[in-house]
């Protein structure tokens, strides 16, 4: 409701009540200006968001089926990438930074995209390992005796029933990574500042005090992407391809 007021209600008028709706606070965010560019910050958290989110799922997929058909890595590599994402991210903060600083990485969207990408990899890997875990094997069995190699098996078979798994992964993913504000201050300066960033940039004045209304504007305004998707995948998410395809 803040986002709603203008500067002297702001300061007068703590409660949830508008009294005189505005959109300043919107236009002062949507304003191109030379040091503050809201579609800019958007952008660049859309370019690594979509390599945070998707990555991870290329990756996992492939090496989420062995685990659970064979138990290749189950009892060893499994819980070790599952368990990575339960350590604070500030202790990978200093090499992380030497080594993007060696090779490059700094401030740009791939290295910020694969930062990302390793911060979704361990639910990603869970998330699938249990996906495929619940798919029958009967689906699987059949279609090796049509004739169906590992690569089509795993395209063409598990992949489509997965897909409700997919699109879960990559809806938290997306959330997950959109929300990340400790490596894009790090590892960012200019070139790929994503929007957590940039949305603190708009807080400060040249007085400097908090403009509240635009602080509240913009983070609508950034809460807003990943609001958008999570309603519109809601139903995808919670449906099932699996339900009837094995009877008897």
């Not at 959109?23 to 200006?33: D, G, H």
């Not at 990485?105 to 390793?118: E, N, R």
């Not at 500042?193 to 007085?207: D, I």
């Amino acid at each position: 409701m803040t986002a709603f007021k203008g500067p002297n209600e702001v300061n007068r008028n703590a409660s949830l009540w508008v009294e005189a709706p505005t959109l300043e606070n919107f236009a002062t965010v949507l304003t191109i200006s030379d040091r503050l560019n809201v579609y800019y910050y958007l952008w660049n958290s859309l370019s690594a968001v979509l390599i945070g989110a998707i990555l991870p799922m290329v990756v996992a997929f492939p090496l989420a089926w062995p685990m659970v058909r064979r138990g290749y890595g189950r009892s060893i590599l499994f819980p070790i990438i599952v368990n990575l994402r339960a350590l604070p991210l500030i202790v990978f903060a200093i090499p992380l930074y030497m080594m993007y600083a060696t090779l490059g990485l700094l401030d740009t969207h791939l290295g910020l995209g694969l930062i990302l990408a390793i911060v979704n990899l361990p639910l990603t890997l869970m998330l699938l390992v249990n996906a495929i875990a619940d798919l029958p094997i009967e689906l699987e069995e059949a279609a090796r005796m049509d004739g169906a190699r590992t690569g089509g098996l795993l395209i063409r078979v598990v992949l489509p029933l997965c897909r409700p798994a997919l699109i879960t992964t990559f809806v938290f993913g997306f959330i997950t990574a959109w929300n990340e504000f400790l490596f894009g201050l790090m590892l960012t300066t200019s070139e790929a500042v994503p929007m957590t960033v940039g949305a603190s940039l708009f807080f400060a004045t040249s007085g400097g005090g908090v403009q509240w209304g635009v602080a509240s504007a913009v983070m609508i305004v950034a809460a807003l992407p990943p609001l958008l998707l999570g309603l519109i995948m809601y139903r995808r998410i919670t449906g099932s391809m699996v339900a009837g395809a094995v009877k008897g």
